[in-house]
């Protein structure tokens, strides 16, 4: 990866292959700029804003948020953070075809109204069983503080397993489950996930992208080490 230039990284991923946790390991190491749509849909939904009301039992049921309102809503961060940010993460966008198309018709004007931008997309294909996704979404409990948000498991053998129980550790708030984070809504997701997976890739094969696919069945820490092996990050982390 060519940190000379102006990265986009995007992670693909079913519910629950750790996109958010590895978008946060990298943003805080790299001090680079990351955004979950799915974070900002659920802080809708807290702060009951008329969006958030439109979209509860969409998320609750496991569906997706019409294209049209993610399309703009990334759109108008993405035109912000690429002033400022050498690499954005994008984490839960593009996750339709339509979505993909849309990205793809962003960067092509970005570059046209901005010369100087030097683009390079990098998708992080993220694999792992469905199986272990399913265990891993129906022990989830995340921090309900909107400022933290770190992800824990109920499941005594993980590693994200609090300290203190249904209490955050970074935080002292209460940990919660997600509404989405139940057996039917997560069948749902999985099943649309596998549904545009190769849609949304196929969108991007032609262009200059790069591709990295990502073996997430493994520990939180050797995941992050073969991730940034693979970004070719690991000798520059010192540097950095
Ligand atoms: P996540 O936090 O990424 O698992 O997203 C939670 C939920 O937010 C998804 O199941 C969708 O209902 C909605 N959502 C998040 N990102 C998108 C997107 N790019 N397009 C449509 N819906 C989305």
């Given at each position: 990866?060519?940190?000379n230039k102006n990265n986009i990284i995007i992670f693909l991923g079913s519910p629950g292959s750790g996109k958010g946790t590895l978008s946060?390991?990298?943003?805080?190491?790299?001090?680079?700029?990351?955004?979950?749509?799915g974070d900002l849909l659920r802080e809708h939904i807290t702060n009951k804003t008329d969006l958030g009301k439109k979209i509860d039992f969409i998320i609750k049921s496991g569906k997706l948020i019409s294209d049209t309102i993610i399309i703009e809503i990334v759109k108008n961060w993405l035109l912000k953070e690429l002033k400022n940010k050498s690499v954005v993460i994008l984490d839960?966008?593009?996750?339709?075809?339509?979505q993909a198309l849309a990205l793809n018709n962003m960067l092509n004007s970005f570059c046209l109204n901005e010369p100087k931008l030097n683009?390079?997309?990098?998708?992080?294909?993220l694999e792992v069983d469905d199986k272990v996704v399913i265990s891993r979404l129906l022990n989830r409990v995340i921090c309900e503080n909107?400022?933290?948000?770190?992800?824990?498991?109920?499941?005594?053998e993980s590693e994200l397993f609090p300290v203190k129980?249904?209490?955050?550790?970074?935080c002292s708030a209460r940990l919660i489950k997600r509404s989405d984070d139940e057996l039917n809504?997560?069948?749902?997701?999985?099943?649309?996930?596998?549904?545009y997976e190769h849609k949304i890739i196929d969108v991007f094969k032609n262009s200059d992208v790069e591709i990295i696919n990502l073996n997430?069945?493994?520990s939180i820490k050797i995941r992050y080490e073969d991730l940034l092996t693979k970004l070719d990050l690991k000798d520059k982390c010192k540097h950095l």
């Amino acid at each position: 990866m060519d940190l000379n230039k102006n990265n986009i990284i995007i992670f693909l991923g079913s519910p629950g292959s750790g996109k958010g946790t590895l978008s946060k390991l990298l943003v805080n190491k790299f001090r680079w700029s990351q955004f979950s749509t799915g974070d900002l849909l659920r802080e809708h939904i807290t702060n009951k804003t008329d969006l958030g009301k439109k979209i509860d039992f969409i998320i609750k049921s496991g569906k997706l948020i019409s294209d049209t309102i993610i399309i703009e809503i990334v759109k108008n961060w993405l035109l912000k953070e690429l002033k400022n940010k050498s690499v954005v993460i994008l984490d839960g966008f593009p996750r339709t075809e339509n979505q993909a198309l849309a990205l793809n018709n962003m960067l092509n004007s970005f570059c046209l109204n901005e010369p100087k931008l030097n683009l390079d997309l990098i998708i992080i294909k993220l694999e792992v069983d469905d199986k272990v996704v399913i265990s891993r979404l129906l022990n989830r409990v995340i921090c309900e503080n909107v400022q933290c948000k770190a992800i824990y498991s109920l499941n005594k053998e993980s590693e994200l397993f609090p300290v203190k129980e249904g209490i955050c550790s970074l935080c002292s708030a209460r940990l919660i489950k997600r509404s989405d984070d139940e057996l039917n809504s997560i069948v749902d997701r999985l099943k649309i996930y596998h549904q545009y997976e190769h849609k949304i890739i196929d969108v991007f094969k032609n262009s200059d992208v790069e591709i990295i696919n990502l073996n997430v069945d493994k520990s939180i820490k050797i995941r992050y080490e073969d991730l940034l092996t693979k970004l070719d990050l690991k000798d520059k982390c010192k540097h950095l």
